[in-house]
């Protein structure tokens, strides 16, 4: 506003003064530095809050992924500087050994019969402990106790009942079934799915509480509506309850996936992958060759391999699979 508009207007003289000195070079002055302030502000608070967990993944999962990839590289025995560069030789040298190749088809067998058996299990105890009876709080509690037991426990206690006329050959003769009893540990035809049997024990109580805790978050309205509506419980389950817990169950697909890809305790404390590798795994092939017989960077090397696979599958996982049930939790910053 000019000086005679302000007249005409009737405005005083400090009036006018301190609409110009409002509008005038100093303010824009002080609102460019409010605005590197509240920058400045932000981006303090979020190197406080991420800074610490940031550091903590850079120093405990990035850089020993890269160290490891750079070690695989070379010919070391765990002792002495690195000289001895391979390459890829020790890639090459994985996939041709036929053990390695033997437990990647052991881990691939794990992972998909936890999807195949576990999966079905899991949805159907599910949902009937989602329904209301006496002792249900009883039998979630017996389903879900072997999930907090150590795997050291698990496997050592399964050895013990496993064994040759353990408690396991002895209920299985006087079942009349006798006929059935095998070395379970023992047998290279039947120790894999042995040790299956008892990752399923262990594991089955994990999906079971994901799954219920996903039914407790479908409202039971749409239930009785399907109910009013003429829909038997058959058809509520399969075109109501099922769709409604499609994110959930993809989520449990993913964790089993990864936790079969990586499994070893158990294996490892029942069998160390015989016998003759009969059972083993990548990870337990990976400890047997780098720690036991000392081939460190090729151990190193199986490592990378087993997080390719991880890693790989993750990235297609989230692309394909989860990529709807994400899509709602993003967005977009305002342009």
């Known amino acids: 506003m000019t000086r005679s508009a302000a007249a005409d207007a009737g405005l005083t003289g400090p009036e006018t003064e301190a609409e110009a000195a409002a509008s005038g070079p100093g303010a824009v ?10 920058k400045l502000r932000k981006g303090t608070e979020l190197a406080i809050l991420l800074g610490p967990g940031l550091l903590l993944f850079l120093g405990f999962v990035l850089a020993p992924i890269v160290i490891g990839a750079y070690y695989s590289l070379y010919n ?3 002792l002495g500087p690195l000289t001895d560069f391979t390459g890829l030789h020790n890639y090459k040298v994985a996939f041709n050994d036929p053990a390695f190749v033997q437990a990647i088809e052991h881990t691939l067998i794990l992972t998909g019969l936890s999807l195949v058996i576990q999966g079905p299990l899991s949805i159907g105890i599910a949902l009937l402990l989602n329904r209301k009876f006496r002792g249900r709080a009883f039998m979630r509690l017996v389903i879900f106790a072997p999930y907090v037991l150590p795997p050291a426990v698990t496997a050592v206690m399964w050895s013990l009942l496993l064994q040759p006329g353990g408690l396991v050959d002895e209920v299985m003769k006087s079942a009349g079934l006798g ?4 070395l379970w540990l023992a047998n290279v035809h039947v120790v894999l799915y042995s040790v299956f049997a008892v990752l399923t024990w262990q594991y089955l109580g994990f999906g079971i509480i994901l799954l ?3 039914l407790q978050g479908i409202p039971a309205e749409l239930k009785e509506a399907a109910a009013i509506d003429g829909a038997t419980p058959w058809q509520t389950t399969r075109r109501i309850t099922l769709p409604l817990l499609g994110p959930t169950i993809r989520i449990w697909v ?3 996936v990864i936790g079969s890809l990586q499994v070893f305790d158990v294996i490892w404390l029942m069998t160390q992958g015989g016998p003759a ?8 092939y990976m400890y047997r060759t780098g720690f036991q017989n000392e081939a ?4 190193t090397t199986i490592a990378i391999i087993m997080f390719l696979f991880c890693f790989t599958f993750s990235l297609l996982y989230q692309r394909y699979a989860l990529r ?7 967005t977009r910053a305002a342009g």
């Not at 006929?179 to 095998?182: F, H, I």
């Open 29 to 38: 002055r002080r609102g460019a530095r409010d605005r590197r302030r509240r």
């Open 76 to 78: 070391w025995d765990g």
């Open 179 to 182: 006929g059935l009893v095998q």
């Open 212 to 214: 219920l805790a996903g």
């Open 254 to 256: 993913f964790i089993t």
């Open 277 to 284: 590798g009969a059972s083993d795994s990548m990870a337990t």
């Open 296 to 299: 460190f960077s090729y151990g």
């Open 324 to 330: 709807r049930d994400t899509a709602g939790a993003l």
